[in-house]
């Protein structure tokens, strides 16, 4: 079955020899950082985490929201989404692959990464972290993969996955629940030490992946005769939507804590965020674009979503998924993890700006993971098309 | 028949434990409100058998003598072989001088006075009895020793920084890149090497470990021995050790008492 990623059109070579070029150019940049350290990077004693881990967080949200196609199709046996169950399964692939790319690269000590394991702790959430991830990608791979070639033989799945398939729907909460844990657990840091922090992380996630899963699903449509279906698409709206309404109104909870408690160390962080700090007469605010952008984008997009649906106009719906999908990223692929280190525990305030080398890496793991995930949707797309023909 | 009996053991199998999980559950969840009812991290010493080494720092006294605080810190960094890489992006400190607006953020004074404006305050590894960065160490490269010492295995450490984030104390420094080069004139990081202590590799987390190489040789810590009776240096959990005397004889404040890490740093204001 592989094999059939091997060929496809110059459009499909095309965009593989561009991802290749990205990760060769990011593959070059980390020999550079593995010889130098870290310091290569933006980070600082201040700023100790940077893109890396603010990627990884939003990835492990994107290779949850797979949950949102698997749940409705499998549990409620929702047949519309039979052609697009799968490329939520693959895209969890791609991005759990990035997720751990991600790891690896942040680590100033990549070669004992197996250190978590060697030496088990089960007091860290990185130990959990490490367990959900992997585990979530193991079951991916394995679900998608059989239910692929069962399709590709033209027989139904065996009843013997359907445990793994049904197991791989708490695992998803479970990825992006440890992974807010390893923020909201640190006694000293205000804007991460919140309870909603998970079910902020979840509804973002569901609303994250399955917007670039619609962007994807456009594009096929477009490049291939592959298309997921008027029911499918309309549904999809609905998921995206009412989680992206979730969101918010989790991120409003946030502002109302900070805001009408007015706690100082509550208030900080979001003051930085979306107004900027002063500090012995220095204006800080390098994220203050970027955060109110996201906040607008991700507000304007939700109606535009339903208006896109009602209208059944594909450009506008794109549209709406593009603008929300960049606002989470911001909010939580950069705002979330830099914006808890602001101000320090001294209440200094040190701003963050990665280096070029930095971006060059974190754009080569972006690229790798988008050519697993083109790898796999171009089987995906094959063998379907293939078997309905 | 059948599956009325086995109904029936199944029902009668989960209320016997629910019958004895329910009251320990209920007991372990009251002694955890007895826990937090003793407050603020007052209970500095922790509930544990063992030593807890802890530092009280006597402000005063360095409010005398402007220069003792600078002393310490160079008398700690020149034996560790703490590099200076001349910027504050990769700095490396394991103990430094604050203001008191910055050490006790907490603590706000409408009119701050003076002194303690002028007091240089040393800051360094809190060693708390309950440390959130041991919680957060992913392989235990980071522990609590049995002397209540927080160390460091630098041969352990994968370099995460899950330690730097859960420090409330900002007392963690990473090595950027490496401590035994030389900068782009020639000049080493380290301008003293010593021998004795060794150096660290690049990619992994370090701090002050309360001079645990010296402790283990009876000797003090190399800035209690700088201070000149500045900081004196005991076994909170010994009575009969000087340190407690001190305790009990001034009034001295925690660094953020309220975040539950039982710090053993005392300052005398």
């Not at chain 1, 390893?182 to 992380?201: D, E, K, N, Q, S």
Request: proline share 5%.
């Amino acid at each position: 079955m592989l094999e059939k990623g091997l060929s496809g059109s110059s459009l499909y070579k095309g965009w593989m020899a561009f991802l290749l070029l990205l990760i060769g150019v990011g593959v070059l940049s980390y020999s550079q950082q593995y010889q130098y350290g870290l310091g290569y990077t933006g980070m600082s004693r201040d700023v100790s985490w940077g893109l890396y881990i603010s990627q990884f967080t939003f990835l492990v949200g994107v290779a949850a929201g797979g949950l949102m196609l698997v749940l409705p199709y499998y549990i409620h046996n929702y047949k519309a989404f039979s052609r697009i169950t799968i490329l939520g399964e693959f895209m969890a692939i791609g991005a759990v692959a990035m997720c751990l790319m991600f790891i690896m690269a942040d680590l100033g000590q990549p070669l004992r990464a197996l250190n978590v394991m060697l030496h088990p702790t089960p007091n860290s959430m990185l130990f959990y972290d490490m367990i959900v991830l992997n585990g979530y990608l193991f079951l991916n791979i394995l679900c998608g993969w059989v239910v692929l070639h069962s399709h590709y033989k033209g027989v139904k799945y065996p009843k013997w996955i359907k445990p793994f398939i049904y197991l791989s729907i708490p695992w998803a909460i479970s990825i992006h629940t440890v992974t807010a844990f390893l923020y909201c657990g640190l006694p000293g840091r205000h804007y991460w030490l919140t309870a909603i922090l998970a079910p902020r992380f979840l509804a973002s996630a569901f609303s994250a992946g399955p917007a670039l899963l619609m962007i994807i699903a456009m594009i096929l449509k477009r490049t291939t005769k592959f298309d997921i279906g008027r029911e499918a698409q309309d549904k999809l709206v609905t998921i995206i939507g009412y989680a992206a309404i979730l969101n918010f109104f989790f991120v409003g909870c946030e502002l109302f804590v900070a805001y009408y408690s007015n706690l100082p160390g509550h208030m900080h962080t979001i003051d930085y965020l979306f107004f900027g700090l002063e500090h012995d007469g220095h204006m800080y605010n390098n994220l203050v674009p970027f955060m109110r952008f996201s906040m607008a984008a991700g507000l304007i997009s939700i109606p535009l979503l339903f208006v896109s649906r009602a209208k059944k106009c594909d450009g506008m719906l794109v549209l709406a998924c593009a603008l929300l999908f960049i606002s989470l990223w911001i909010d939580k692929g950069l705002g979330l993890v830099l914006g808890g280190f602001v101000p320090n525990p001294l209440e200094y305030i040190t701003e963050y700006y990665p280096s070029a080398g930095e971006v060059a890496i974190t754009v080569g793991v972006w690229a790798a993971g988008f050519f697993i995930m083109s790898l796999l949707y171009k089987i995906a797309i094959t063998v379907t098309l293939e078997h309905e023909a | 028949m059948d599956s009325n009996r086995r109904k029936f053991l199944k029902i009668a199998g989960l209320t016997a434990i629910a019958g004895v999980a329910a009251p320990s559950a209920f007991n372990s969840l009251l002694r955890g409100e007895a826990v937090a009812s003793t407050g603020h991290g007052e209970s500095a010493a922790p509930a544990v058998a063992g030593k807890q080494y802890g530092l009280v720092i006597d402000s005063k006294k360095f409010l005398a003598d402007p220069s003792l605080a600078e002393r310490c810190v160079s008398a700690c960094h020149s034996i560790h072989n703490v590099p200076d890489f001349g910027n504050k992006k990769d700095e490396i400190k394991w103990i430094w001088v604050e203001k008191y607006a910055n050490c006790f953020p907490e603590h706000s004074h409408l009119k701050r006075n003076e002194a303690l404006e002028q007091t240089p305050f040393i800051t360094m590894c809190n060693h708390c009895a309950k440390p959130p960065c041991v919680r957060a160490c992913p392989t235990q490269a980071t522990f609590k020793n049995k002397d209540g010492i927080v160390m460091m295995d630098y041969h352990r450490c994968i370099g995460c920084r899950f330690c730097m984030a859960a420090c409330p104390y900002g007392a963690r420094s990473f090595n950027w890149r490496d401590p035994r080069g030389k900068d782009e004139m020639g000049k080493p990081f380290i301008k003293r090497f010593n021998r004795d202590y060794p150096t660290r590799t690049r990619g992994v987390v370090e701090k002050c470990t309360f001079c645990n190489e010296r402790v283990l040789r009876g000797l003090p810590p190399a800035c209690v021995e700088a201070s000149a009776g500045a900081m004196i240096f005991g076994d909170l959990n010994n009575p009969s050790d000087p340190i407690n005397e001190v305790l009990k004889g001034n009034f001295t404040i925690q660094r953020k008492p309220n975040l539950g890490t039982s710090p053993s740093l005392f300052y005398i204001i």
